[in-house]
C-alpha cells in the first residue's frame, strides 16, 4: 500500500463507493431497510454509511461545457456560478435515489462561484434529498472553511493578516498556506471558523484535515511532539481533532464530523519510520 500515490486511493475510495452503490439492492434504499420482495430476514448491511469526497472543481454532471476539469486536488474553479450549482444540485439528487448518504465539498466556499449564498442553495437541496452536505475544512491548511475569497475566516487571509501565525519549515522559514497548529490563536481560529460555519449553513456535517503537505517544524511543534513525522502529524490530528470537534458539536449536535487520517491510524511504536500517506496494515 505504501507505493500507492493519493490519486489511486481517491480512484480506489470512488470505486468502493460505486460498489456500495450496486450493493444496495437498487435505488432509494437507505438506512438499514433492505429486504425486498422474496429476500428473507432482514439482513444488516456491511457498509454503514456511504459517502462521495468531491473537490467543486473536478465535480462535472453536465458534460461538455466550458471549463470542465477530471482530475487534480486544489486547483482553481473555472465552471462559474450556474454550472457550480448546477452540478451539485444533479449529484445530490442522484444520490438521494441511490442510497449515498453523504456528499463532502473541498471547496464548497470560494466567492467565485457564489459563497455563502450557493452553499446555502445546496444545503436546501440536500435536506430535500436527505443526504447529509458536508463541508471539507482545512484546519492548519486547505483554507480553513472558506476555501477562496474575501472572507474573514479564509485561513489564507488569517494568515496574512498575521504573518507570525504561519507554520515553519525546517530551515526557519514561513510554509505556505500552513498555520502552526501550536499557536492557541489558530486552534481559536479554527474553532470559530467552524462555529461561523454552522451558524450561516444548516450542513449535515463537515470533513476535517490537519493537512498532508508537510507539518509545522516551529520550536513549540517540535517540542510538543512526541513521535516523528512525515507531511503529517497523527500528534497534530490529536491536537487539532478535538478542538475541531468541541466548536462543530456546540454548534450542531447531530453533525457528522469525518477526520481524515491519511494513512492506519495505529499508534507507531519501536523504530519503525513514521507512516506516509496512504501506509496501512492488514486488519
Ligand atoms: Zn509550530
Avoid at 137 to 149: F, H, I, M, P, T
Avoid at 206 to 230: F, M, N, S, Y
Wanted: proline residues 6%; hydrophobic residues 35%; aromatic residues 8%.
Amino acid at each position: 500500500m505504501g507505493a500507492l500515490s493519493r490519486r489511486d486511493l481517491l480512484r480506489i475510495s470512488a470505486a468502493g463507493a460505486l460498489g456500495a452503490v450496486a450493493a444496495a439492492q437498487g435505488p432509494a434504499l437507505k438506512g438499514g431497510d433492505k429486504t425486498g420482495p422474496g429476500s428473507g430476514p432482514a439482513m444488516k448491511p456491511p457498509i454503514r454509511a456511504r459517502m462521495f469526497w468531491t473537490w467543486d472543481h473536478s465535480t462535472e454532471w453536465a458534460l461538455n461545457r466550458p471549463g470542465a476539469q477530471t482530475y487534480g486536488a486544489a486547483n482553481t474553479y473555472t465552471r462559474g456560478n450556474d454550472l457550480f450549482l448546477q452540478d451539485y444540485t444533479n449529484l445530490l439528487h442522484w444520490c438521494g435515489r441511490h442510497g449515498i448518504d453523504a456528499v463532502v465539498v473541498w471547496g464548497l466556499l470560494r466567492d467565485c462561484h457564489g459563497g455563502l449564498q450557493s452553499a446555502k442553495r445546496l444545503c436546501e437541496v440536500a435536506a430535500r434529498e436527505n443526504v447529509r452536505l458536508l463541508c471539507g475544512a482545512g484546519l492548519n491548511s486547505y483554507g480553513g472553511v472558506y476555501y477562496e475569497g474575501d472572507s474573514p475566516y479564509s485561513l489564507e487571509r488569517h494568515l496574512q493578516a498575521h504573518g507570525e501565525l504561519y507554520a515553519l519549515n525546517a530551515a526557519g522559514g514561513k510554509l505556505p498556506h500552513h498555520a502552526c497548529p501550536s499557536r492557541r490563536e489558530n486552534q481559536q481560529f479554527a474553532a470559530g471558523s467552524l462555529q461561523w460555519l454552522f451558524k450561516n449553513l444548516s450542513l449535515g456535517g463537515v470533513q476535517i484535515e490537519t493537512g498532508d503537505c508537510g507539518v509545522c517544524q516551529c520550536k513549540l511543534c517540535r517540542e510538543r511532539r512526541k513521535h516523528p513525522a512525515t507531511a503529517f502529524s497523527w500528534e497534530d490530528m490529536a491536537l487539532m481533532y478535538p478542538v475541531a470537534a468541541g466548536a462543530v458539536r456546540a454548534a450542531s449536535p447531530d453533525a457528522w464530523i469525518v477526520c481524515e487520517t491519511y494513512s492506519n491510524p495505529e499508534p507507531q511504536r519501536g523504530p519503525e519510520k513514521a507512516p506516509g500517506f496512504g501506509d496501512s496494515r492488514p486488519w
